[in-house]
Nanobody
């Protein structure tokens, strides 16, 4: 069982920055990719960004391109999300997730194997 723990959420003003972190407890799990999703009240869980664990390639939702940056530390099994120029519409609970390899995997869909408990990000206008 892999436990993912997010940290770094908080209350900020529009235009500010935040850095989220996600730590994976189980290092024997063969991670193929990790991702960030977010869920605002009354809405579905939306894709934010993902990173391939081996090569480091990244994928972003259009709404965060140019403002958010995903990165990882393979040795420490940690992933990060640097969020700049935050907007009120970025307000949500942010979840990190990890997935092993499978054919046809779409990293933009929430079909991940493990999920964190979420961390709240609130951006005031």
């Amino acid at each position: 069982q892999v436990v993912l723990v997010e940290s770094g959420g908080g209350l900020v003003q529009a235009g500010d920055s935040l850095r989220l972190a996600c730590a994976a407890s189980e290092r024997s799990f063969s991670i193929y990719a990790m991702g960030w999703f977010r869920q605002a009240p009354g809405k579905e869980r939306d894709f934010v960004a993902a990173i391939y664990w081996s090569g480091g390639g990244t994928i972003y939702a259009d709404s965060v391109k140019g403002r958010f940056a995903i990165s990882r530390n393979n040795a420490e099994h940690r992933m990060y999300l640097q969020m700049n120029s935050l907007k009120p519409e970025d307000t949500a609970v942010y979840y990190c997730a990890a997935v092993g390899f499978s054919f046809g995997l779409d990293l933009k869909k929430p079909n991940y194997d493990y999920w964190g408990q979420g961390t709240q990000v609130t951006v005031s206008s």
